[in-house]
């Protein structure tokens, strides 16, 4: 995606390019979209790994991650592709919430005696579209500003 548009890719161009041979490619992914799927699950594993571990702001881990994955945020951005993330996200935080220790997630305590699905996927999607937006205009805002309105704003929402 570096040299050309996403919709310009093709599987034969894949294989070329990594001198994999065509049955070995589909012996392990479906098509091109199977293997950027793969890439971003094997980043969104780390990343919830991280998340689920961290000692402090979950906000600061998530632009980490995002600062640490900007060659392809800005690439998927460029092609109007941001939107797989999102995808990941959702399918992956939802497959592995059975097997996570709640006493490791940050947000069990958020959660406790409510229907977690939907909160979850209120959180993510509410995150995913503020670093979307951080993507598109370049990553150049400060994130400790961007971070700061975020938590005014949930104070405020605290006081309706």
Known sequence: MEKYPYEEISVKQIVLETDLVRKTFYRNFKSK???????????????????????????????????????????????????????????FIL??????NPELNPFSKLFAGLDSDYLITLNIGGIWNVISLWVRRGMKDDP?????????????????
């Open 33 to 91: 979209d199977d293997v950027l799927r793969s890439h971003i699950r094997t980043i969104l594993r780390d990343y919830f790994d991280i998340v689920n571990n961290a000692k402090g702001d979950v906000l600061t881990t998530v632009f980490e991650f995002a600062d640490k994955n900007k060659k392809l945020l800005k690439l998927l951005d460029k092609n109007d592709m941001m939107y797989y993330v999102l995808q990941g996200m959702n399918e």
């Open 95 to 100: 497959s592995v919430k059975s097997e996570q």
């Open 144 to 160: 400790e500003e961007v971070k700061a309105a975020i938590k005014q704003y949930l104070a405020r929402i605290g006081t309706i």
